[in-house]
T-cell receptor, first 112, second 115 residues
Framework: KQEVTQIPAALSVPEGENLVLNCSFT??????LQWFRQDPGKGLTSLLL?????REQTSGRLNASLDKSSGRSTLYIAASQPGDSATYLC???????????FGSGTRLQVQP | DADVTQTPRNRITKTGKRIMLECSQT?????MYWYRQDPGLGLRLIYY???????NKGEISDGYSVSRQAQAKFSLSLESAIPNQTALYFC??????????????FGPGTRLTVL
């Protein structure tokens, strides 16, 4: 059974800092990995998707990496802004059901 | 217009009541999913459907049932609601794997409170 862990559970940084969110998983037989953003009381917004055969994806100030051999993914946020404040969720898609297994998230607060 | 919609957005009910949560999508996707989110536990899979005639249980299906009325509609029912089913419920869709993209798209969620 896939288990996904996100560290840290919460993070507070001053505006402008670069930061890294971590995601680790136990089963490397994945189809893809998605990073989501969730704002309080809102739904999930997909940020980046990395296919199993890929090592990283970039979108604007966001960069996500995938290392299946070590069971790890990182989400790098450059030059953080207060608008980046949200909970960030890592999710792994299995190869059979194509369903997602989620981590419990990292709650990010960027101080102005 | 939202591609994945959920109704109601908020619902308060009492123990023992039957509740239906509805999900509709205009994305034309074959696959639909129901997840629940509890504080500190992330999202967990309740049921999923690959098409109208293919419905499967997820990790936490006990106490829930689903109906896929059409390609675009997937409903989740709580036959007799209990307080520990209080949670945020999300519907998601994804295209057929033959499309080459297995990204999931989520609805806005339904906040359910069972008293």
């Amino acid at each position: 059974k896939q288990e996904v862990t996100q560290i840290p559970a919460a993070l507070s940084v001053p505006e402008g800092e670069n930061l890294v969110l971590n995601c680790s998983f136990t089963d490397s037989a994945i189809y893809n990995l998605q990073w989501f953003r969730q704002d309080p009381g809102k739904g999930l917004t997909s940020l980046l998707l990395i296919q199993s055969s890929q090592r990283e994806q970039t979108s604007g100030r966001l960069n996500a990496s995938l290392d299946k051999s070590s069971g790890r993914s990182t989400l790098y946020i450059a030059a953080s802004q207060p608008g980046d404040s949200a909970t960030y969720l890592c999710a792994l898609m299995d190869t059979g059901r194509r369903a997602l297994t989620f981590g419990s998230g990292t709650r990010l607060q960027v101080q102005p | 217009d939202a591609d994945v919609t959920q109704t109601p957005r908020n619902r308060i009910t009492k123990t023992g009541k039957r509740i239906m949560l509805e999900c509709s999508q205009t994305k034309g996707h074959d696959r639909m999913y129901w997840y629940r989110q509890d504080p500190g536990l992330g999202l967990r899979l309740i049921y999923y459907s690959f098409d109208v005639k293919d419905i499967n249980k997820g990790e936490i299906s006990d106490g829930y049932s689903v109906s896929r009325q059409a390609q675009a509609k997937f409903s989740l029912s709580l036959e007799s609601a209990i307080p520990n089913q209080t949670a945020l419920y999300f519907c998601a869709t994804s295209p057929h794997p033959a499309s080459g993209r297995d990204e999931q798209f989520f609805g806005p969620g339904t906040r359910l409170t069972v008293l």
